[in-house]
């Protein structure tokens, strides 16, 4: 029975938790709100020296993030009357500020990069004006001729999760630019590319991102609803949909091509009236709630006690451009982003570039080298399948030479954790070749959102590299630098113990 007491008591706790969901949100809107002032203050503090600077080189990221902030950069700069040309890196080390330097502009503008090199900067860049538009940890350090750094760690985000390099872009567009409901609206669309890119709605949106989101949804922009997070919903047959699937892996289906037929056949009929395979796309209501319930059962029958959290990966917030044709690679922005990232990957940003900012003559360009790009990650994965993994106490090591491109070897070692070819336990450093030298190695490390949770910080690991004579920086969850080859075996050491503090800690 319940007496009335208890039903006292329930309502008292109902409305405390909703009296704490209020203050919550009341507490988050005033942050964002004091966060947008000072983005605002600072740029309107800086734009008249910025607006003298007639001609302007953008340096970016060669991933969909740093690809779509030079996009951004590009486009808000040339619709206030400046001249522009831009340059896209790989890491910003003391080879690319150099040629930076070399561009002899008014304004040296860093997207998506640049706080955490700023001593490098300076010294390479002392004559030429500054700004830095990035997400990344910054330095203590500050260049003497910077017009504006706008760091979303300065301004009390988390730029590995709230704000991508290309939010900040868009934030500070907001402020430079008189307003211009078209031209929002296709920046807003790319700031979506970009934090996409760089893996921040994985687990939905939160922080600056979220805002951002809702202003493109009210501008139909953006449609976003709950679906199976795997990729290629708009462009692929259902059986790659499914057999290619890795975050999460599915029990007997992932990378067995037959098993995956089986699976599908089992609960619906996967051709069209022209006999080729559905898409997922293409299915029914009915159709995708039969495929969902059967990866469901999978999950709960195969997962040895995992199988609530596998769940709780399997469906996430996904998101459509509403400008763009169904069934292409730009409909969804989760291949939006890939095409963008196979264009850095493969030296095509500049098709990137062009590609986002609406010049869509380079598709057929566009559709090889995406195909290129899949075809080079499905065999640098086979060659990691066959390597010989260095384990140390609390990192893995694969080396990888000139087997892998060292543009693509981060995103390989990424797959290769989430396919549980490598130990997800500890993080991964994958090392390859410098192209630019050969007495250096480019070193790219991965973790999970479950080692960050114990501690993990490989943008710290990597900033290790400063006292062997390398550079490097990046994120918690992935992070990267170059290091003399010389010195590779005492670099790891550091690494290795160094991240074994961070995760004991955590």
Request: charged content about 25%; hydrophobic content about 40%; overall charge neutral.
């Amino acid at each position: 029975m319940v007496y009335w007491v208890d039903i006292i008591l329930l309502q008292t706790e109902s409305f405390t938790i909703a009296i704490f969901i209020y203050l919550t949100y009341i507490s988050f809107t005033m942050g964002q709100e004091k966060i947008l002032k000072n983005i605002e203050n600072m740029t309107i503090s800086a734009k008249e020296k910025i607006s003298q600077c007639k001609n302007i080189l953008i340096v970016g990221h060669l991933d969909a993030d740093g690809i779509s902030s030079t996009s951004i950069a590009k486009k808000m700069f040339e619709h206030a009357g400046h001249n522009t040309d831009y340059l896209i890196v790989k890491q910003l080390d003391s080879i690319t500020i150099k040629k930076a330097e070399e561009y002899k502009k008014d304004l040296t503008v860093f997207v998506d990069l640049g706080s955490g090199q700023l001593d490098k900067i300076s010294n390479y860049i002392e004559d030429n004006k500054i700004m830095v538009l990035d997400h990344h940890q910054p330095s203590k350090k500050e260049h003497p001729n910077i017009l504006l750094h706008l760091n979303a760690h300065l301004l009390g985000m988390d730029g590995s999760r709230e704000i991508s390099g290309s939010g900040m872009c868009y934030l500070f567009s907001r402020y430079y630019l008189e307003k211009d409901e078209k031209l929002q609206k296709e920046l807003e669309k790319i700031a979506i590319i970009g934090m996409m890119g760089d893996m921040q709605l994985r687990d939905g949106a939160v922080g600056m991102n979220k805002q951002i989101l809702e202003w493109a949804k009210d501008n139909n922009v953006v449609a976003i609803k709950k679906d199976i997070c795997y990729f290629g919903k708009q462009t692929r047959p259902i059986f790659k949909l499914l057999e290619y699937a890795t975050d999460p892996i599915i029990p007997t289906i992932s990378f067995n091509h037959e098993n995956t037929k089986a699976f599908i056949c089992s609960y619906i009929n996967p051709r069209d009236n022209d006999n080729f395979w559905k898409r997922w796309i293409d299915l029914k209501n009915e159709e995708a709630q039969k495929i969902t319930g059967g990866l469901i059962k999978l999950f709960l029958e195969n997962n040895n006690g995992n199988a609530n959290f596998a769940l709780k990966q399997l469906f996430c917030d996904t998101y459509q451009f509403l400008d763009e044709a169904k069934g292409t690679e730009f409909r969804d922005v989760m291949e939006f982003s890939t095409v963008l990232n196979a264009c850095g990957r493969h030296d095509k940003w500049k098709d990137g570039v062009e590609l986002i900012i609406g010049n869509r003559d380079n598709l057929p360009t566009i559709t090889t080298l995406l195909e290129n790009h899949r075809r080079c990650l499905a065999n640098s994965i086979d060659i990691i399948k066959k390597a010989k993994i260095k384990r140390m106490n609390n990192i893995q090591v694969f080396f990888a030479g000139d087997t892998i491109k060292s543009t693509i070897i981060g995103t390989v070692a990424g797959m290769a954790l989430g396919a549980r070819i490598l130990d997800r336990s500890i993080p991964v450093l994958a090392v390859s070749n410098d192209p630019e030298d050969s007495s250096f190695s480019k070193i790219s490390g991965r973790g999970t959102k479950k080692m960050i949770f114990r501690g993990l910080r490989l943008n710290d690991a990597m900033n290790l590299s400063e006292k062997f004579g390398g550079e490097g920086g990046g994120h918690d969850i992935a992070a990267g630098c170059r290091i003399p080859n010389e010195k590779m075996d005492e670099f790891l050491e550091a690494v290795d113990k160094g991240i074994g503090e961070q995760m004991k800690n955590g």
